[in-house]
């Protein structure tokens, strides 16, 4: 199994340009803006989190067909399925726990017997299960995932022998803190974009900082 181990990067200028993208699609106005990005940088690679099982589809969307055409090289980047399997081990057997807690609650229901003190056992039961299942959940997405994204990231990193490099990462918003606190821990300086929200003139800026 890979090991989760992040190596910082060292004696090098990284920047990470994390682009706020919810979904697959490439309208005309963010087509103009990446293109303009693209242009004004040069990218050694981009990394693309849809979070998408279906990687046939993945490999059709709008975004990587326009990467494509700047012959930019790119990652979609997730949990290994190894670890991921590994820690979803604890979470399915919690959520068949709760399946057959239901179904025995379901029967004290229907038997007219949900007052009693075995049923609001079994409910309060049912409804700590559900809250440690949507927390591990969460945990996993939005803690554990990024490290392995950022592990990534900094191992492609570290082996390109370049001393100053720029780097896409198109990521759903809601990791946009995690990948920030992560990247900049490990010497990867992050400038943060809302494709609806960019401003061409502050790239060349914030880069200069």
Same mark, same amino acid.
């Given at each position: 199994?890979?090991?989760?181990?992040?190596?910082?990067?060292?004696?090098?200028?990284?920047?990470?340009?994390?682009?706020?993208?919810?979904?697959?699609?490439?309208?005309?106005?963010?087509?103009e803006?990446?293109?303009?990005?693209?242009?004004?940088?040069?990218?050694?690679?981009?990394?693309?989190?849809?979070?998408?099982?279906?990687? +046939?589809? *993945?490999?059709?969307?709008?975004l990587? &067909?326009?990467?494509? #055409?700047f012959? !930019?090289?790119?990652? /979609?980047?997730?949990?290994?399925?190894?670890?991921?399997?590994?820690?979803?081990?604890?979470?399915?057997?919690?959520?068949?726990?709760?399946?057959?807690?239901?179904?025995?609650?379901?029967?004290?229901?229907?038997?007219?017997?949900?007052?009693?003190?075995?049923?609001?056992?079994?409910?309060?039961?049912?409804?700590?299960?559900?809250?440690?299942?949507?927390?591990?959940? +969460?945990? *996993?997405?939005?803690?554990?995932?990024? &490290?392995?994204?950022? #592990?990534?990231? !900094?191992?492609?990193? /570290?082996?390109?022998?370049?001393?100053?490099?720029?780097?896409?990462h198109?990521?759903?918003?809601?990791?946009?803190?995690?990948?920030?606190?992560?990247?900049?821990?490990?010497?990867?300086?992050?400038?943060?974009?809302?494709?609806?929200?960019?401003?061409?003139?502050?790239?060349?800026?914030?880069?200069?900082?």
């Amino acid at each position: 199994m890979e090991v989760l181990e992040l190596k910082p990067v060292k004696g090098k200028k990284v920047y990470l340009y994390l682009i706020k993208k919810e979904d697959r699609e490439l309208f005309e106005s963010e087509y103009e803006d990446l293109k303009e990005i693209i242009k004004k940088r040069n990218f050694r690679f981009a990394i693309v989190d849809f979070n998408d099982n279906d990687s +046939k589809e *993945l490999y059709q969307t709008a975004l990587l &067909k326009f990467l494509k #055409k700047f012959t !930019l090289p790119y990652y /979609n980047i997730d949990i290994p399925e190894n670890a991921k399997n590994y820690l979803y081990h604890e979470i399915l057997r919690e959520e068949v726990q709760i399946s057959e807690l239901e179904e025995e609650y379901e029967n004290l229901y229907l038997n007219e017997q949900q007052d009693t003190f075995k049923a609001q056992n079994l409910k309060s039961w049912i409804d700590l299960l559900k809250i440690e299942v949507e927390y591990k959940k +969460k945990h *996993l997405e939005l803690i554990i995932k990024p &490290k392995w994204i950022v #592990k990534k990231v !900094l191992d492609i990193v /570290n082996e390109i022998k370049h001393d100053k490099l720029s780097i896409l990462h198109f990521a759903p918003e809601k990791l946009f803190s995690e990948l920030k606190s992560l990247f900049e821990e490990y010497n990867i300086k992050v400038i943060k974009y809302d494709m609806n929200k960019i401003d061409m003139k502050s790239i060349v800026i914030q880069e200069r900082i």
